[in-house]
T-cell receptor, first 113, second 112 residues
Framework: NAGVTQTPKFQVLKTGQSMTLQCAQD?????MYWYRQDPGMGLRLIYY???????DKGEVPNGYNVSRLNKREFSLRLESAAPSQTSVYFC????????????FGDGTRLSIL | GENVEQHPSTLSVQEGDSAVIKCTYS??????FPWYKQELGKRPQLIID?????GEKKDQRIAVTLNKTAKHFSLHITETQPEDSAVYFC???????????FGKGTKLSVIP
């Protein structure tokens, strides 16, 4: 039982490049989330998907798009990467979106040069 | 929206002593309060959570207390061990909201 799996673990991009961060969960959870973690800022929600077929903006959505491909998979896309998007990105999932524990993946460390 | 303040930002304790981390929240309708532990370079891991209908919850050396009137909740770690050294995050979610709001974290160092 792998839980929440994120790929890649590390990535270096040049400004203006695009890329997609992948996330998959095998816990049959309905809700999935994307966070970014910056030093001294805690975890901030980028986008979430309360259930398959729905996505909504979180606290810091600008510069990102998401796709809930199916119940298992939730991807995060950077269309035109900027240095301000250098961060550690975490995907998480929970059974539902209401007052349930969120389980995190190992993260993707992304550097934009 | 919800605002969560966490104190202190750093905490050093001697092995065997207790550690207390406090959080306040702004939305009086918030009803779910998890705590996460994050070791260096690792994922945040849920260590304990509490819902608004409960005032205290305990799991071995870890306990969380909730004061809804004052809108604050605290993490208590007793008999600290070096492996308790990590960054701890509190979080809160408001009623009707899908968004878990995190505090900025407390770096706990347990000195052998």
């Amino acid at each position: 039982n792998a839980g929440v799996t994120q790929t890649p673990k590390f990535q270096v991009l040049k400004t203006g490049q695009s890329m997609t961060l992948q996330c998959a969960q095998d816990m049959n959870h309905n809700s999935m989330y994307w966070y970014r973690q910056d030093p001294g800022m805690g975890l901030r929600l980028i986008y979430y998907s309360a259930s398959e077929g729905t996505t909504d903006k979180g606290e810091v959505p600008n510069g990102y798009n998401v796709s809930r491909l199916n119940k298992r998979e939730f991807s995060l896309r950077l269309e035109s990467a900027a240095p301000s998007q250098t961060s550690v990105y975490f995907c998480a999932s929970s059974e539902t979106h209401l007052n349930q524990p969120q389980h995190f993946g190992d993260g993707t460390r992304l550097s934009i040069l | 929206g919800e605002n969560v303040e966490q104190h202190p930002s750093t905490l050093s304790v001697q092995e065997g002593d207790s550690a207390v981390i406090k959080c306040t929240y702004s939305d009086s309708a918030s009803n779910y309060f998890p705590w996460y532990k994050q070791e260096l370079g690792k994922r945040p891991q849920l260590i304990i959570d509490i819902r608004s209908n409960v005032g205290e919850k305990k799991d071995q050396r870890i306990a969380v207390t909730l004061n809804k009137t004052a809108k604050h909740f605290s993490l208590h770690i007793t008999e600290t061990q070096p492996e308790d050294s990590a960054v701890y995050f509190c979080a809160a979610i408001g009623a009707g909201s899908y968004q878990l709001t995190f505090g900025k974290g407390t770096k706990l160092s347990v000195i052998p």
